[in-house]
């Protein structure tokens, strides 16, 4: 899993808090997508795409998420995430979460690239492919 983890593009840290664990003392499930959300997030805003001058941003159109653990309260969950597939205006981006190395998590969210503040595709710039890459 090291391996794979370290062939990522980018690497998200989340410290798992109280009110994220469900009565298994484990993550709640949907709280992985939020992670996935806000990993992504900053890892698009690190290569300087998606800020508030950019006319384009991204929608989440599909997401599928395999669970292979379960994250606990005070966990250190490393997330690292690479672009698997580029289209025209969606790309795929794959999720890895780990604690110590452990497998957790992964998904696939397919993101579709929009005109900001529409629902209107668009392609997704070259600028941010050559960042991704």
């Known amino acids: 899993m090291r391996e794979a983890v370290r062939a990522m ?8 808090r109280y009110g994220e664990v469900d009565m298994q003392q ?21 290569m300087g795409a998606l800020s508030p001058a950019s006319e384009w941003d991204v929608m989440v159109k599909k997401a599928c998420i395999t669970w292979d653990g379960g994250a606990r309260m005070g966990d250190d969950l490393a997330i690292a995430l690479s672009v698997t597939r580029w289209g025209r205006s969606s790309f795929d981006v794959c999720f890895l979460g780990t604690v110590e190395d452990a497998p957790v998590f992964s998904a696939d969210l397919t993101y579709v690239a929009v005109r900001r503040g529409t629902t209107t595709t668009v392609r997704v ?5 050559q960042a991704a890459r």
């Open 9 to 16: 593009g980018y690497l998200h840290h989340v410290r798992i």
């Open 125 to 129: 710039p070259e600028e941010f492919r």
């Open 26 to 46: 484990v993550v709640f499930n949907s709280h992985y997508l939020a992670y996935c959300d806000d990993a992504s997030d900053c890892w698009f805003r690190s």
